[in-house]
């Protein structure tokens, strides 16, 4: 993402109040761009956090954020990965989605942990679909959810993991190997 994508993802995000509303308890800001940029869990690296574009020819169609080496040096969070409502069921999230598990097992990282609100059907689905295992909200998580702080109006947040090509069988068990 660049300075200037901004108002594009301020766009997707507007757009996307369906989650955003689910997600947060309240509709998408201007300054919820900014935050991206800075939302970043206790004892992440920012230099490893990336916040990427999706487009559809010129358009800006989603957003992605993700930290690498979190939350160790074999894994990776992904903290937002959304599509405007308009891009979705076109099979851009899947390629997209396939592509960055593709560029995360060559880069060595073991296995990708994301999050979603438990309501958020389409999200569980979603990910599913792309071989996550999804879990139950667990409350005795703490502030921390994937790759950023959790707002107070997160409740109910899931958490899915999925392990890569080549990773042993328990990482990315939050209670096996690798956390």
Sequence with gaps: MRPEDEPDVARVLAACDDYVLVATGSPALPADVQSLYYSLPEG???????????CDGPTVVGVVDVVDGHPDRLGCSVGLFLLDPRARRTGMGTRVAQH???EAA????????ATCPQSWAPGRAFLVKMGFEVSAPAQDRGPTVGNRLRFPAEQGLCTAVRKLDGAPPDAGHPD???P
């Design 106 to 113: 060559t880069r060595g990282i073991q296995y990708v942990t």
């Design 44 to 54: 992440a690296d920012l230099e490893r956090k990336h916040l990427l574009v999706m």
């Design 176 to 178: 096996r190997g690798t």
């Design 100 to 102: 960055l598990l593709r």
